[in-house]
């Protein structure tokens, strides 16, 4: 059985080795947990989001950096972006990435991601995966501004089963350096997503890869949602390699795309705006990358739909 928590832990301690090149900071709280700040009081840097992505992929996922290019009525231009190759998507990104856990404790609130979600597995998706982990050491990946404290490294603790000193807690918020490319390399993971959303059995997905712009760093985190949405839905760009039935496929693969959705089309600050900012508002089948691509090792067939969105891009990423 693969543990992902053990993999991610190896990269923690990695992080922390080598946190002043990486512009982080770590230390351990009274009860022997240990945080690693990756941006609420350091600036962070590019390799410390590839770790910290990498970790919240349970460390079956390799992220690299490269460069996308676009044409729109503006003319050429070009963003940076992450590429990620996944293997055991279900696990990788399902399990472990996905932000489905949210920890909430007095004031404190975060959306946690990582591999201590498949040590907890309390969410009704683990009923889908056949997967939980069970190893001697939780690592759980936060998103948000403030960082946490012992109440909130006993309850996460608790629930992933350990001693808080046998945990490890990532902190980075939206509107940061790692932010962005921890959102941007969640794109094959996006689409995994959506998968479970339309009904397919993601355990039929055997390797992953996408690409995705990094959202440029914005000025607040509200302002910075909006941008890392905006650069998975617009363009982002996925390909599963799966074992299914091409029928499934071909009547599959147009949903998959966020241009399946009702609210696609406009930036994602404004859609959250016009909801009043309540997430749950917005129609679910939005969140998914801009193309996407299903090679089915069945037949060999290939089938994709979608398409990337320059002008709206270049309205989220190169505003001033």
Same mark, same amino acid.
């Not at 759980?140 to 992933?160: F, I, T």
């Given at each position: 059985?693969?543990?992902? !928590?053990?993999?991610?832990?190896?990269?923690?301690?990695?992080?922390?080795?080598?946190?002043?090149?990486?512009?982080?900071?770590?230390?351990?709280?009274?009860?022997?947990?240990?945080?690693?700040?990756?941006?609420?009081?350091?600036?962070?840097?590019?390799?410390?989001?590839?770790?910290?992505?990498?970790?919240?992929?349970? %460390?079956?996922?390799?992220?690299?950096? +490269?460069? @996308?290019?676009?044409?729109?009525?503006?003319?050429?231009?070009? #963003?940076?972006?992450?590429?990620?190759? /996944?293997?055991?998507?279900?696990?990788?990104?399902?399990?472990?990435?996905?932000?489905?856990?949210?920890?909430?404790?007095?004031?404190?609130?975060?959306?946690?991601?990582?591999?201590?979600?498949?040590?907890?597995?309390?969410?009704?998706?683990?009923?889908?995966?056949?997967?939980?982990?069970?190893?001697? =050491?939780?690592?759980?990946?936060?998103?948000?501004?403030?960082?946490? !404290?012992?109440?909130?490294?006993?309850?996460?603790?608790?629930?992933?089963?350990?001693?808080?000193? &046998?945990?490890?807690?990532?902190?980075?918020?939206?509107?940061?350096?790692? %932010?962005?490319?921890?959102?941007?390399? &969640?794109? /094959?993971? *996006?689409?995994?997503?959506? #998968?479970?959303?339309?009904?397919?059995?993601?355990?039929? /997905?055997?390797?992953? $890869?996408?690409?995705?712009?990094?959202? +440029? =760093?914005? =000025?607040?985190? @509200?302002?910075?949602?909006?941008? +890392? !949405?905006?650069? =998975?839905?617009?363009?982002?760009?996925?390909? $599963? *390699?799966?074992?299914?039935?091409?029928?499934?496929?071909?009547? @599959?693969?147009?949903?998959?795309?966020?241009?399946?959705?009702?609210? $696609? %089309?406009?930036?994602?600050?404004? #859609?959250?705006?016009? $909801?009043?900012?309540?997430?749950?508002?917005?129609?679910?089948?939005?969140?998914?990358?801009?193309?996407?691509?299903? !090679?089915?090792?069945?037949?060999? &067939? +290939?089938?994709?739909?979608?398409?990337?969105?320059?002008?709206?891009?270049? *309205?989220?990423? #190169?505003?001033?």
């Amino acid at each position: 059985m693969i543990s992902i !928590n053990q993999r991610a832990a190896a990269i923690a301690e990695k992080m922390i080795a080598d946190s002043e090149a990486l512009g982080i900071s770590s230390g351990k709280l009274s009860n022997g947990a240990v945080v690693i700040d990756a941006g609420v009081h350091v600036p962070g840097s590019l390799q410390a989001g590839k770790l910290f992505a990498e970790a919240c992929l349970g %460390g079956l996922g390799e992220v690299t950096f +490269t460069r @996308l290019d676009y044409e729109d009525v503006g003319g050429c231009f070009w #963003l940076p972006a992450v590429s990620v190759s /996944v293997s055991h998507p279900h696990i990788a990104c399902m399990a472990s990435q996905y932000a489905g856990w949210a920890v909430k404790r007095d004031k404190f609130f975060a959306m946690g991601s990582g591999p201590a979600r498949a040590a907890y597995a309390g969410e009704e998706l683990f009923k889908k995966l056949d997967y939980q982990d069970r190893a001697d =050491v939780a690592v759980l990946l936060l998103e948000g501004r403030k960082l946490p !404290n012992e109440q909130v490294a006993d309850y996460v603790a608790e629930k992933s089963g350990l001693a808080p000193d &046998r945990l490890i807690l990532l902190m980075a918020p939206t509107a940061s350096i790692v %932010g962005s490319v921890q959102i941007a390399a &969640r794109v /094959v993971e *996006t689409g995994m997503h959506k #998968l479970v959303e339309l009904g397919f059995d993601v355990r039929k /997905v055997m390797a992953g $890869y996408g690409t995705c712009p990094l959202p +440029t =760093v914005a =000025v607040d985190d @509200l302002r910075a949602i909006g941008r +890392t !949405n905006d650069a =998975v839905l617009y363009g982002g760009q996925s390909h $599963y *390699t799966v074992k299914a039935e091409d029928d499934e496929l071909a009547e @599959l693969i147009e949903k998959v795309p966020s241009s399946w959705s009702k609210d $696609y %089309g406009q930036p994602f600050y404004d #859609l959250f705006q016009r $909801y009043g900012g309540d997430f749950y508002k917005i129609d679910p089948l939005l969140f998914s990358p801009a193309q996407a691509s299903i !090679n089915n090792l069945t037949s060999g &067939r +290939t089938f994709a739909a979608g398409q990337a969105n320059p002008a709206l891009l270049r *309205t989220s990423m #190169l505003a001033s």
